[in-house]
């Protein structure tokens, strides 16, 4: 197995997907409760700053900025997980390779997850961008504001977008998964 080397900075933000193992499944979405104390927990034990999020029925895009101190985001994503996975029924729990069994992974999560280090401003207002239009180019919504499970609205509040913002129309090429 590849041992792969990712940045670590203290008080960095990171742009993260977590994927599920099955790509086919509405987990995330059937179980919303239970994810958002997941991420509740694991915020309260290992604290960060959520910039934006989103959830998907089989994955989530996040923006997360570190405390100063502390570089710390595999412990703060294995947490997640782990909280997450703990609260499902054990039928949706299932092991489905020798791999993942000899690991004693379940079935819930893929292994890896996708990180990416915020560079400057322009990175990170792209990135807030892909998350928020990530439910329209799913064709899950047509509409950003429509999608009940991400930070959009929480963004439209704070005077960061439009409501009417991210149609089919956006353009988001230059960044994400």
Not at 5 to 15: D, I, L
Not at 19 to 47: F, G, M, V, W
Not at 146 to 153: C, G, P
């Amino acid at each position: 197995m590849k041992n792969y080397r990712r940045n670590r900075q203290a008080g960095a933000t990171y742009f993260f997907t977590f994927c599920l193992n099955d790509r086919r499944s509405s987990l995330l979405t059937d179980y919303i409760d239970e994810l958002r104390q997941a991420y509740r927990k694991t915020q309260s034990k290992l604290p960060f700053t959520s910039e934006a999020m989103v959830i998907l029925p089989d994955h989530i895009h996040a923006l997360w900025t570190m405390p100063n101190n502390d570089d710390n985001y595999p412990a703060r994503i294995r947490l997640f997980k782990s909280h997450f996975s703990r609260q499902l029924p054990q039928s949706l729990k299932q092991t489905n390779s020798i791999s993942r069994t000899n690991r004693k992974e379940t079935g819930v999560w893929q292994r890896r997850y996708w990180e990416h280090t915020i560079r400057d401003e322009l990175d990170f207002n792209n990135h807030m961008d892909y998350i928020h239009f990530n439910p329209v180019k799913h064709k899950l919504v047509s509409c950003a504001a429509d999608w009940a499970y991400s930070s959009f609205l929480h963004e439209v509040k704070k005077g960061r977008y439009a409501k009417d913002w991210a149609t089919e129309a956006f353009d988001n090429d230059a960044i994400g998964e």
